[in-house]
């Protein structure tokens, strides 16, 4: 396949409307890593899994560390730290703006910046979706699959509430069950985990075994198309 852009960190030019700058080197946490990624790992902001003064997601903090350790694991990652080498893989975040010290970014503020999260999605047009949390997790699975958040949640309550009532803080999904499993999407294979900050023993070797798994098989999400030609050669599309 022919690279989309040799770029790492914002390949695709996006212009956030940030209210404030992460440092004074950067004014937000762009998307970064390999455009023609086969995995797009989705975190929540700078101030939950960091990159606040190096301007990569998942670089700077326990958090981001964890998840770096776990696509080092699996090969997808060299070189973790704060310039991390990745192989055929994206980090990004829903919300790539950094909120004031402590905060949480409004809902207006993720719904505001879910254009730009959703057009470098489709451009980079993964196979395998690495939501991380629980607010990156409903929304991969809200926006990404058709699964029914009644079968996800820790109460019963939420399936009539829907996945506004997860990422609002209503309801919680059941991300002990979620953990390092697989969920066909639409179009995408999502392989949620937990947030770092919550794993448990067990939590980081059981993402690396599942992770590795998934890897080792056919997991490419595409269609052939090559039966409308005329020659036999094959024609994949996603």
Known sequence: MQNVTDRTSNPFGMSPPCERRCSEAVPAVFGYGDANADVHVVGDHPGVHGGSETGVPFSGTDAGLAVQRVLEAVDLLTEPGDSPALDST???????????????????AYADLERFFDAELRAIAAHVLVPVGERATAHV????????????????DAASAGFEAVMSGEHSLDMDALHATEIRGSGWLVFPIRDPGEWTDGDEGAAIEALSELLARDYRQTTDLGRFLATDESYLVR
């Open 141 to 156: 699975l809200r926006h990404y699959t058709a699964e029914s958040v009644g079968d996800v949640t820790t109460n019963d």
């Open 90 to 108: 994206f980090l990004s975040y829903l919300h790539m703006c950094c909120p004031a010290a402590d905060e949480t970014p409004s809902p207006a």
